[in-house]
């Protein structure tokens, strides 16, 4: 069985400073994971996503996560936070063999100036 | 490539209409989704379509039905719309294999209010 939890529902930044989002797994098998973005009134788009290759996965807009096995977890992190950050994050989990990814609840990054 | 396409993009029922929301991807992915999201509670899976020819049960059907018209589309009906049915709608797609995991595109999204 497959599972994600997304410890904090809201992290707030200021512009220019380090952004981390966190996130536990649970997965029976080798795990796929996923960090999606929705800003505002919008569909959600592909930030990164592993998938067993490099435990390090660079994504868009100078986003990176870090897959920890033995820590089961997958933090979404950002050196500098930009104002066009703020948006709703999603950490995915998808097992091979399951149709079906299974959604943290999502962490709301506000930017401040 | 369009990817996922849903129409409309706004609604507005009344309690009791019957309405269907319509999506379709040209990425010639097997398996499609519908999901709801609503302010705090995530997205939640409504009906899934693993491959054409079927489909299942997520973890808020009631008060849906789906169709899998062919492998591009994938409908969502509400035959007697409520109150509680007032929500953003996603469709979404995956194409699977057995080496590796796909990524899951989504639709723009589907708001639907119902009074």
């Known amino acids: 069985a497959q599972s994600v939890t997304q410890l904090d529902s809201h992290v707030s930044v200021s512009e220019g400073t380090p952004v981390l989002l966190r996130c536990n797994y649970s997965?029976?098998?080798?795990?796929?994971l996923f960090w999606y973005v929705q800003h505002p009134n919008k569909g959600l788009q592909l930030l990164l996503k592993y998938t067993s290759a490099a435990t390090l996965v660079k994504g868009i807009n100078g986003f990176e996560a870090e897959f920890k096995k033995s820590e089961t977890s997958f933090h979404l992190t950002k050196p500098s936070a930009h104002m066009s950050d703020a948006a709703e994050y999603f950490c995915v989990v998808s097992d091979l063999g399951s149709y079906i990814p299974t959604f943290g609840r999502g962490t709301s990054l506000i930017v401040h100036p | 490539n369009a990817g996922v396409t849903q129409t409309p993009k706004f609604q507005v029922l009344k309690t009791g209409q019957s309405m269907t929301l319509q999506c379709a991807q040209d990425m010639n992915h097997n398996s499609m989704y519908w999901y709801r999201q609503d302010p705090g509670m995530g997205l939640r899976l409504i009906y899934y379509?693993?491959?054409?020819?079927?489909?299942d049960k997520g973890e808020v059907p009631n008060g849906y039905n789906v169709s899998r018209l062919n492998k591009r589309e994938f409908s969502l009906r509400l035959e007697s719309a409520a109150p509680s049915q007032t929500s953003v709608y996603f469709c979404a797609s995956i194409g699977h294999s057995r080496l590796m995991i796909e990524t899951q595109y989504f639709g723009p999204g589907t708001r639907l209010l119902v009074l």
């Open positions: 379509s693993a491959s054409e020819g079927t489909t």
């Open positions: 997965s029976s098998y080798s795990p796929s």
